[in-house]
């Protein structure tokens, strides 16, 4: 948007990642004190911040993701007058809370939902959920091409751009062995993501396939106790020596390249990044079937998929994906095409340009 001629400002919770994106993006970024939990007096910090930047920025648009900054940002951005005001739908946080939460969470995205004008969920089957459960206005949904928020760098995610030293570096990381088998799992590392059932199928499958390795490539969740893993399971992390844990890596790419089987066991996404980068780089895929996964993946054409939270449909998935390689292969090069024709980040970037364009104009700006 910067390249088109846009003045961007970024806004985000501070982390380790910050000093990257500003590289990267060559834009301004400001800290917001955004917290995952539900922190009330902090949260009410932010949208204090947050008005008080918009009243002084006065941007023509503002585009949130996210839940906590959807819901921030959307009330902000009302407040302050912003003309246009976008919220994209990457998952839907509900959908695996139960009881009060639950209902809590929903009011949330509702009320991100009526101080947006424009809702854009980010997958296909994100965009039926919330029409049958008429989660927004009908006329304020709509999706950027095939989904995805943001595609993917095609020229990044390609088995023949891996740079021999990061390659390099991820074996070393790996203590790689062309005869072990590598499953891995790229995202934090909680249970939402399906890491405890991750866990368990590695274990089992460890009796018929003693070489397997599983790469763990994210950080562990210490902020909400609603996320975090057990002790059996950190315990486990910490010391099985067939595990590799790594907190962060800027060359996920080169790690795809060297895994036998990405294993996405998410209990909900929007439109997942991983198992789109995965696609890209040819690596085969065992996910769960849920709303994302399933607009990526489609079982037994572009990967396999297992009922969610099911540990022994996963194994039974991983069992087939180590065993029968040539049609793993194939299925990995029917998803290559799909993200090749459907999901180049050159594309969605330029479609998501001609939106602001549009609504600009509109507005008469």
Not at 195 to 216: C, M, N, S, Y
């Amino acid at each position: 948007m910067a390249a088109a001629g846009m003045d961007v400002l970024l806004g985000s919770a501070d982390g380790p990642e910050r000093p990257l994106v500003l590289e990267a993006e060559g834009c301004k970024h400001v800290i917001i004190p955004f917290t995952r939990a539900i922190t009330p007096v902090q949260d009410l910090n932010c949208l204090r911040v947050l008005v008080q930047l918009m009243r002084e920025y006065r941007p023509d648009i503002v585009h949130t993701h996210t839940p906590k900054a959807g819901l921030l940002g959307m009330l902000a951005a009302k407040l302050a007058g912003v003309p246009i005001r976008i919220h994209t739908i990457a998952g839907l946080p509900f959908m695996t809370a139960t009881g009060r939460k639950r209902q809590l969470l929903i009011a949330m995205e509702k009320l991100t939902y009526a101080a947006a004008q424009h809702v854009w969920p980010n997958s296909d089957s994100i965009m039926s959920y919330m029409q049958t459960h008429q989660l927004c206005p009908e006329r304020k949904l709509s999706m950027i091409g095939q989904g995805s928020t943001n595609g993917i760098d095609l020229e990044v995610f390609s088995p023949a751009a891996v740079r021999t030293a990061a390659r390099t570096a991820a074996e070393h990381l790996l203590d790689y062995r062309a005869d072990a088998n590598y499953l891995m799992a790229v995202g934090r590392v909680v249970r939402d993501k399906g890491i405890p059932e991750v866990l368990t199928a590695f274990r089992q499958l460890k009796e018929d396939f003693p070489d397997l390795r599983l790469v763990l490539i994210g950080p562990i969740e210490r902020e909400r106790p609603e996320e975090t893993l057990g002790e059996e399971d950190l315990r486990t992390i910490a010391e099985d020596r067939s595990i590799i844990h790594i907190e962060w890596t800027d060359d996920v790419a080169a790690f795809l390249d060297l895994a036998d089987v990405l294993v996405h066991a998410s209990h909900r996404e929007g439109f997942p990044n991983v198992p789109l980068q995965a696609g890209a780089m040819k690596c085969p895929i065992v996910c769960s079937a849920i709303p994302g996964n399933i607009d990526i993946v489609s079982n037994g054409e572009t990967g396999l998929s297992f009922p969610v939270g099911d540990t022994q449909a996963l194994r039974i998935c991983l069992q087939e994906a180590l065993t029968n390689r040539p049609r793993m292969r194939h299925m990995a090069e029917a998803l290559r095409h799909k993200v090749e024709t459907q999901f180049d980040r050159r594309v969605i970037h330029g479609l998501i340009l001609d939106r602001y364009r549009a609504l600009l104009t509109a507005k008469g700006r």
